[in-house]
């Protein structure tokens, strides 16, 4: 059912709104007639008596429904110092809008201003706990470690364990230094591994590890003995074919010095 309205109304209607727009329309009834009435009903009003406005459609540049002139300059006045929240709380409070900290982050985004809040402790900065204890709730005490506790899963000195690679490896020193058992053993009984080499397995065992079971390659070696797949679990064999290996490198090197 089509709202009816009275004569004066009506006239109104007409003087009114040309050159208004559908907002300064509905300020202006309610203001005279005590009455509410929506956008809406004053747009198909329009339409139906066929009265035009001959304003310009859309808000006014510059202008924003969300956040009229006035709420923008309040934020801009009293921005600096405040986070969003505290802005946002202030905004809605004086203004009595209802704008979230979201929004009124967008905004300022928007509008190129900072608040000037680093976020960062600044120097000189005193802890809001300075001086304060920890929390220490009387009978708790009977759950703390004593003074030279040992963990039940600590791992003395000497102990061993197999890495995800499968080579065994063994803790030197505390508090968690370890080192590959290969490299003890070879150490304890030849001497220093020279620089550019390393110990691998003859017969390709990492847990045999064993003083006959290692032996030591060049770095260089150790990548043609792989790319060639010349190992092999016959000890034997692997020790024959690093020997081959050793050989025609010095046929080269000879070859190269014209011998």
């Not at 928007?110 to 706990?129: A, D, P, Q, W, Y």
Request: aromatic share 8%; glycine share 8%; net charge positive.
């Amino acid at each position: 059912m089509s709202k009816v309205y009275t004569k004066e109304e009506l006239q109104f209607f007409y003087d009114y709104i040309p050159g208004h727009t559908q907002k300064e329309v509905v300020i202006e009834f309610e203001k005279r007639f005590n009455k509410k009435i929506t956008e809406s009903k004053v747009r198909s009003l329009k339409i139906n008596r066929k009265i035009r406005s001959c304003t310009p459609k859309g808000s006014p540049k510059g202008e924003s429904l969300l956040f009229p002139r006035r709420i923008r300059e309040f934020i801009r006045a009293n921005n600096k110092g405040r986070t969003c929240k505290e802005i946002t709380e202030l905004v809605n409070t004086i203004c009595e809008t209802n704008y979230t900290p979201d929004q009124i982050h967008d905004l300022r985004v928007r509008m190129g201003i900072k608040s000037g809040l680093t976020g960062r402790f600044e120097k000189g900065h005193v802890s809001h706990n300075k001086g304060k204890k920890g929390l220490h709730i009387p009978g708790c005490e009977k759950t703390w470690f004593k003074k030279g506790h040992r963990p039940v899963n600590k791992v003395e000195i000497g102990a061993e364990a197999i890495t995800t690679n499968g080579y065994i490896k063994v803790k030197v020193a505390e508090p968690n230094k370890w080192r590959f058992k290969s490299t003890i053993l070879w150490e304890y009984y030849n001497g220093p591994i020279p620089e550019g080499c390393l110990v691998t397995y003859k017969d390709g065992n990492r847990l045999n590890c064993v003083i006959d079971n290692l032996i030591l390659e060049t770095k260089q070696e150790h990548i043609i003995m792989n790319n060639k797949k010349l190992r092999s679990s016959n000890p034997e064999i692997t020790e024959a074919s690093l020997m081959l290996i050793k050989v025609q490198k010095k046929i080269m090197d000879l070859g190269k010095n014209g011998i």
